[in-house]
């Protein structure tokens, strides 16, 4: 099983920009596919953004398309966000995940299709 952890997350101003990372410690992500998805206070997780296990297809909610750009390095068993014109409502702790199932063609949103969990990394945006 993986073993993932994210940084990169901070206190930005809004329209400012970060790229989180996920690295996976134990190498074992390279045939999944990888989503970020993001917890506010109060409030359930939701999906951000997914990719498939070669990079060639992405995904992202509506809430953060245009603005958002997830990516990775299968030599580096890292996965990136990348996200730009930051607004206060992305205030959240950022979380990476793998999906279940290895080679999977299908990209989902539902958290209940990933596993391995990182312990989130928190992103902060001031109006």
């Known amino acids: 099983q993986a073993q993932l952890a994210e940084s990169g997350g901070g206190l930005v101003q809004a329209g400012g920009s970060l790229r989180l990372s996920c690295v996976d410690s134990r190498r074992t992500t390279t045939r999944y596919a990888m989503g970020w998805f993001r917890q506010a206070p109060g409030k359930e997780r939701e999906f951000v953004a997914t990719i498939s296990w070669l990079g060639y297809s992405t995904y992202y909610a509506d809430s953060v398309k245009g603005r958002f750009t997830i990516s990775r390095d299968n030599a580096k068993s890292t996965v990136y966000l990348q996200m730009s014109d930051l607004k206060p409502e992305d205030t959240a702790v950022y979380y990476c995940?793998?999906?279940?199932?290895?080679?999977?063609?299908?990209?989902?949103?539902?958290?209940?299709?990933?596993?391995?969990w990182g312990q989130g990394t928190q992103v902060t945006v001031s109006s």
């Open positions: 995940a793998a999906d279940r199932v290895p080679g999977r063609t299908r990209l989902s949103t539902g958290a209940t299709d990933y596993d391995s």
